[in-house]
């Protein structure tokens, strides 16, 4: 074996995790939630982000994009009426979610001890259906960058998301192997 692809996302790296942690520090930080309401509100911000990232992965919509129809959708159920509010003013509100996301990215526990091993003997590399530069940050941030040879981003290849046609097309050659957390998507 020479090459093992890794799914990022749910893989390597704990998003549900990081987005559950910054949902509630986003909310409680801005007074828009109390603490015995964030846990609904988290499982609502998931759902949401499920409703509209596929716009982003079948390039009907912009990463940003993305981000501002999650808000026009969310922010109601805060009561706020996010309808009229500009481009530039969604990205502001989306900004304080998004400091607390970063903050929050963690590895699991299990993916630097791997990866160390790993690195000895094959070549690691990460297959990612998100926005290039903020998976670049994610997998620098978290420390992974010392064990993988690239982290690829599936947009150039027309698709944003880890499916299994990429991984089977990534693993057409012998000695090649993958490994993630949903590859129906």
């Known amino acids: ?14 998003h549900d995790g990081a987005a559950a942690a910054a949902v509630e520090q986003w909310l409680l930080e801005v007074g828009w939630a109390a603490a015995g309401d964030v846990a609904a509100l988290v499982v609502d911000w998931d759902e949401i982000a499920e409703r509209h990232f596929p716009a982003y992965r079948t390039r009907q919509t912009t990463f940003q994009g993305q981000r501002r129809a999650r808000l026009r959708e969310f922010l109601p159920r805060l009561g706020i009426d996010a309808s009229t509010w500009s481009d530039e003013r969604l990205d502001t509100v989306f900004d304080g979610y998004l400091a607390a996301y970063e903050a929050a990215w963690r590895p699991y526990p299990d ?17 990612s259906n998100g926005d290039q530069a903020q998976q670049e940050a994610k997998v620098s941030r978290t420390g992974l960058n010392r064990y993988l040879r690239c982290c690829v981003d599936l947009g150039p290849v027309g698709r944003r998301q880890a499916r299994s046609e990429h991984l089977h097309h990534g693993l057409s050659a012998p000695g090649r192997a993958a490994w993630g957390d949903d590859f129906r998507r």
């Open 1 to 14: 074996m020479d090459l093992i692809l890794f799914d990022l996302d749910g893989t390597l790296v704990d």
């Open 111 to 127: 993916a630097r001890p791997a990866w160390r091993v790993l690195r000895h003997v094959v070549s690691v590399a990460a297959l």
